[in-house]
């Protein structure tokens, strides 16, 4: 079964941290384009950060960089990322997400797999 499954998601207040997971099973992910997407209720999907293969350094949205990392374990086939200063605005549900084939990597139409999210929600 080809599938990607996250956690890890919860609440927190203003400036706290949380560490996302995206376990994937059926195919390599570190042989594929990795993202993390999310998207807020009434807003449209938001590209947070991707990794690129032919690239090796992640990208970032300019709304979370220096806040958000992305990181890898290809022992464990697991995509995870570590959320710090976290502000209410990043409350959302956040998705993993894989592609085939490279493309825009904040565009949610380049990428075929898709969780089933996790939740963040930031309080004030």
């Known amino acids: 079964q080809v599938q990607l499954v996250e956690s890890g998601g919860g609440s927190v207040q203003a400036g706290g941290s949380l560490r996302l997971s995206c376990a994937a099973s059926?195919?390599?992910?570190?042989?594929?384009?990795m993202a993390w997407f999310r998207q807020a209720p009434g807003k449209e999907r938001e590209g947070v950060a991707a990794?690129?293969?032919?690239?090796?350094?992640?990208y970032y949205a300019d709304s979370v960089k220096g806040r958000f990392t992305l990181s890898q374990d290809n022992a464990k086939n697991t995509v995870y990322l570590q959320l710090n200063s976290l502000k209410p605005e990043d409350t959302a549900m956040y998705y993993c997400?894989?592609?085939?084939?490279?493309?825009?990597?904040?565009?949610?139409?380049?990428?075929?797999?898709w969780g089933q999210g996790t939740q963040v929600t930031v309080s004030s």
């Open positions: 997400a894989a592609a085939y084939r490279n493309g825009r990597w904040s565009d949610p139409a380049v990428y075929n797999l």
């Open positions: 059926g195919f390599i992910a570190s042989r594929n384009y």
């Open positions: 990794i690129w293969p032919t690239v090796g350094i992640p």
